[in-house]
């Protein structure tokens, strides 16, 4: 019962203190976030009044990008500028409910914040049924909120969600500090301390679904970021949960992703899986690796499991695997999978195994990773596979304008790149990452290859010479000016499975 009057008490409005005159009543972001079945990102387009396209569903199960849904009640929505318009929206986030009786998806009352395309965000004026700017808000501040405000409310309905059998003693032990708060006073004021506390409670938990729950709350708080938490994955049935979650026929992609992430941040955490989740290991995981949609997980969890087990990898194992992954290296072109390839055929095989399929000399095996395009500056990481060879001299960067056919029709090595440390005099021996940044002016619009070239050496021999090395390619696609005109090349890293 504590926890029915705890759910209902968060569910109401903050009620108005007496003798205060409130000229708007919309509830906040908070509030819309714990009262709504579902929270999507959409655009009303001209012509389509009364239906969103769906952009992005952050929470719930309104349905797919691309989905138009009709809302009944865009008339009290109040989002019109002027009565009987058609309302166009570029982006407009909108807090739902589902009608019981009819499944028809329904805009709470003050529900929504929309933006045409320029910098005003906007809001419904309640009283006056028509939309009134908001100001000092930007809309990555107000999605950037509004993502916080969902994760907030997915950890306290996990936990007050959660059936009273199945209930171990820290998720007990967070419902009797936090019930009586959330009963007696509204959500604002205690929703971030509780929340953080009821996703520690279940990471807590000795039940494996309910620390599966917390992962799948903060994956969908921040989808685009790979999840890191591997200590509560990483004991032998952890895994085996995790093993059953991928065998679902019915698990979504996401969340396919996510429990090759955490199967990955288990094993790097220590983890221990039972033989019969090794042996489901070997069969699945390359499964997922030849799928394009989760193909770097699976292979990043596959590198966790074969540099956590080492000898203790069985041999049949260790060589279909290798088998596997030097056929997908020599189909993958560029990008970050040439790299998880690479380490993973050193991991697998030594590097007499990447030396063969790379053709470069024995023991060199650099790589670039994390790179990403900032304004005109490209900025990533160099990083070594499974070795410590010394580069004494400054690594080249070499870039190659692709022409229509993928024939090399330019080459320039003489963009200024900096290093971290700024100082190369000493230079690399190995271990570590070195973090790079490089500027683009020089490169004309079109398609470039990336490639970093460096001869191997003891650092402090005063040997420069030694055979070249010549890590991975990049694909790098350069806008010829900004959009003020001035002739500077911006660059974008080009995602390798898209055409």
């Not at 050193?346 to 030396?355: Q, S």
């Amino acid at each position: 019962m504590l926890i029915l009057v705890a759910s209902l008490m968060l569910a109401q409005p903050v009620p108005p203190v007496a003798g205060r005159v409130i000229a708007r009543s919309l509830p906040s972001l908070r509030e819309l976030a714990w009262r709504a079945d579902a929270v999507v990102l959409g655009s009303v387009l001209e012509g389509k009044a009364g239906a969103v396209e769906l952009i992005e569903v952050l929470s719930g199960e309104a349905g797919t990008p691309g989905k138009l849904i009709p809302i009944p009640n865009v008339a009290e929505a109040g989002w019109a500028f002027q009565p009987g318009a058609e309302p166009q929206w570029r982006w407009i986030l909108l807090f739902l409910a589902k009608n019981p009786k009819n499944e028809d998806w329904r805009i709470l009352p003050g529900g929504w914040r929309g933006s045409t395309g320029g910098e005003q965000i906007f809001e419904p004026d309640l009283t006056a049924k028509s939309p009134v700017g908001v100001p000092m808000l930007t809309w990555d501040t107000l999605m950037g909120s509004t993502r916080s405000d969902l994760r907030s409310a997915a950890a306290l309905r996990a936990v007050l969600s959660v059936p009273a059998g199945a209930r171990d003693p820290g998720v007990l032990d967070w419902i009797g500090r936090n019930c009586g708060a959330l009963q007696n006073r509204h959500p604002e004021s205690v929703w971030p301390g509780a929340s953080t506390a009821a996703l520690e409670a279940l990471y807590s938990s000795p039940i494996a679904a309910s620390r599966w729950a917390a992962a799948r709350i903060e994956k969908r708080a921040e989808p685009n970021l790979a999840f890191k938490r591997g200590e509560p994955f990483a004991q032998p049935e952890a895994l085996d949960y995790l093993v059953e979650i991928l065998a679902k026929s019915e698990i979504s992609s996401v969340d396919v992703i996510l429990c090759l992430e955490a199967i990955a941040a288990g094993m790097d955490a220590g983890g221990k899986p039972f033989p019969s989740t090794m042996e489901t290991f070997a069969r699945v995981l390359p499964e997922k690796a030849r799928d394009k949609s989760t193909k770097i997980p699976a292979i990043s969890a596959m590198l966790s499991i074969t540099r956590r087990m080492d000898a203790l990898l069985p041999g049949q194992v260790r060589e279909k695997w290798l088998e596997a992954v030097l056929e997908w290296y020599g189909a993958e072109k560029q990008g970050p999978a040439l790299g998880l390839l690479a380490r993973l055929l050193v991991a697998l095989g030594g590097p007499e195994a990447y030396e063969k399929a790379k053709g470069n000399p024995r023991g060199v095996i650099l790589l670039v990773e994390d790179l990403v395009a900032d304004s005109t500056r490209l900025k990533g990481i160099l990083r070594q596979a499974g070795t410590a060879v010394g580069i004494q001299e400054k690594p080249v960067f070499r870039f190659e304008r692709l022409d229509a056919m993928g024939k090399v029709v330019a080459t320039k090595d003489d963009l200024v790149v900096s290093f971290e440390p700024a100082e190369w005099r000493a230079g690399w021996a190995g271990p570590g990452v070195v973090p790079f940044s490089l500027e683009t002016r020089g490169l004309e619009a079109g398609r470039w290859k990336l490639t970093i070239r460096a001869k191997r050496a003891e650092v402090g021999s005063g040997n420069a010479g030694g055979a070249w090395w010549v890590s991975e390619p990049w694909i790098i696609q350069c806008k010829g000016k900004n959009p003020a005109g001035q002739p500077e090349a911006v660059p974008l890293v080009v995602n390798p499975e898209i055409p």
